[in-house]
């Protein structure tokens, strides 16, 4: 994996030396892989290179504030930039970039391929996590590493991996891991803390999951939430997204989904985890897409959600019969 990469990583770390504004983006809706790896690549950047101006943008999430700060600024007075795009696949999912003119891409992520290609492009799904491909790309070239670059790098990857218990994960990913560690005296305890404590009413709304969710003789688990059990828990629409990988490892579960409606966008947002069935080929279907066994998708015509627990239990009926074989 190294020696491949080698001239991938100086071709990245020259465009970076050559631009002076630089701009970060990610996806919408952030999970800590990539508002971690978009904030510690800016900060390794600004490290190696303090004159440069380097911005890390998208609209921030409350609850990841722990991982620093995203940049307010208005993109249409940037001459010539360089956008650098990580953890996301296709430009309508990145977030923030409305007006920005930039002449090369840079493109670092662990999904699948879809329409972003990168001037240097680092695309790869046998990383657990963005933010273990940018670990690999700072030790690997002359960018600069500190400890709390070392830390959101390390949230990235423990978050995205769900602490080494996905699939993704892999013996790099435990090299990496161990490098920072090693390297950076990361204080990985407390660090925890942040990432997972949890409020009681997260707590009372997973009951509400287990209590309500469906699940076929095939191993799926499906659950259309009603919205106003998130309001009288006093949580946000996100809350589904922030609980679904709590329900890996159930017996009786080979995929789970969880249905909630976006009032504002009137669109059903399907968030979806396997343990087994491949999944994202069949959110690709319903304008969504992601990781083989984490994936998401948008739905705007109610009967399509039956469909899409259709093909999910097919798939679980499937997996089942490949598994017996
Ligand atoms: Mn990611």
């Not at 690549?41 to 700060?69: E, H, M």
């Not at 290609?117 to 690997?140: K, P």
């Not at 083989?292 to 469909?307: L, M, N, P, Q």
Request: hydrophobic share 40%; glycine share 6%.
């Amino acid at each position: 994996m190294f020696a491949i990469n080698k001239d991938l990583f100086k071709h990245i770390y020259k465009l970076i030396k050559s631009y002076n504004n630089i701009v970060i983006a990610r996806h919408i809706g952030p999970d800590p892989d990539a508002i971690g790896s978009q904030i510690a690549l800016r900060d390794s950047i600004k490290l190696t290179f303090p004159n440069k101006n380097v911005y890390a943008v998208g609209a921030g999430v409350s609850r990841f504030k722990y991982l620093g700060s995203l940049d307010k600024i208005d993109l249409t007075t940037l001459e010539d930039s360089l956008l650098i795009v990580l953890d996301v696949p296709n430009f309508i999912r990145v977030d923030g970039i409305e007006g920005l003119k930039y002449s090369k891409i840079i493109k670092i992520d662990h999904h699948p391929k879809e329409d972003i290609v990168g001037d240097a492009d680092f695309t790869s799904n046998s990383y657990s996590s963005t933010a273990e491909m940018i670990t690999e790309l700072i030790l690997g070239s002359k960018l600069l590493m500190d400890t709390n670059v070392a830390e959101n790098l390390f949230m990235g990857i423990i978050s995205d991996s769900e602490r080494f218990l996905f699939k993704n994960t892999t013996v790099h990913t435990f090299e990496t891991v161990t490098r920072l560690l090693k390297e950076y005296q990361i204080d990985f305890l407390g660090l925890y803390d942040k990432l997972y404590e949890k409020g009681f009413n997260e707590c009372k709304f997973e009951a509400y999951i287990i209590d309500n969710m469906t699940i076929t003789e095939n191993g799926l688990g499906y659950l259309i939430i009603d919205n106003s059990v998130i309001e009288e828990l006093g949580l946000d629409n996100s809350a589904a997204s922030v609980v679904i990988n709590r329900f890996n490892f159930i017996k009786e579960l080979y995929c789970w989904c969880f249905v909630t409606y976006d009032e504002r966008n009137e669109i059903y947002k399907v968030n979806i985890r396997s343990r087994g069935p491949v999944i994202n080929e069949i959110a690709s279907k319903y304008n969504g897409g992601g990781h083989v066994y984490a994936a998401g998708a948008r739905i705007t015509k109610k009967s399509d959600i039956s469909k899409l627990i259709t093909d999910l239990d097919k798939a679980c009926s499937d997996y089942i019969g490949k598994e017996n074989q």
